[in-house]
């Protein structure tokens, strides 16, 4: 089993508080998504490791008066709606604001500075030294998709849903 994490853009009236309704935006298929929250577009990123964080949680986080710097919620961060079985990962919830942030965030952030900082805490799961070209490129693939992600979202001015959720 592996753990990923599944990001969903949202226009925000479209969003809800209700478990239920954030569950369905994950398992339904991406046409019904689409009807349901007025989009014509579907704006998915899906499987990005959690282990990306790690990149990010060693930036400068800029603090802001409402909360943590947008270091913090490029992937793991986000207001929490907790699921009534305590067994499983809350949703996390990101404003439009705070995902214009965390795109300004990623878009000026130097990946091998980020990369430089992170590479001794990821190398050892990901095949020590003699892996790291691959485990580099990964996270610098996952790096521009999460970049791509957010700068269109945010283009959009819309909200972004997160799951974090186990899969074969």
Do not use: I
């Amino acid at each position: 089993m592996s753990t990923y994490l599944h990001l969903r853009a949202v226009p925000p009236p479209a969003l809800r508080n209700s478990v239920t309704w954030l569950e369905r935006l994950f398992h339904d298929d991406l046409r019904t998504v689409c009807r349901r929250t007025g989009r014509h577009r579907a704006e998915v990123r899906d499987r990005c490791r959690p282990d990306q964080e790690v990149l990010y949680s060693g930036a400068a986080p800029h603090p802001t008066p409402t909360g943590p710097g947008p270091g913090s919620q490029a992937v793991l961060g986000g207001r929490p709606v907790l699921h009534p079985d305590p067994h499983r990962q809350p949703f996390l919830v990101l404003t439009a604001a705070q995902v214009h942030q965390v795109s300004d965030f990623l878009e000026t952030a130097d990946f091998g500075a980020l990369w430089g900082s992170a590479r001794d805490e990821l190398l050892p799961r990901y095949g020590g030294a003699d892996a790291e070209p691959e485990a580099r490129g990964a996270f610098a693939a996952a790096h521009q998709e999460l970049t791509a992600f957010y700068a269109r979202t945010a283009g959009h001015g819309e909200a972004v849903v997160k799951w974090l959720a186990e899969q074969d």
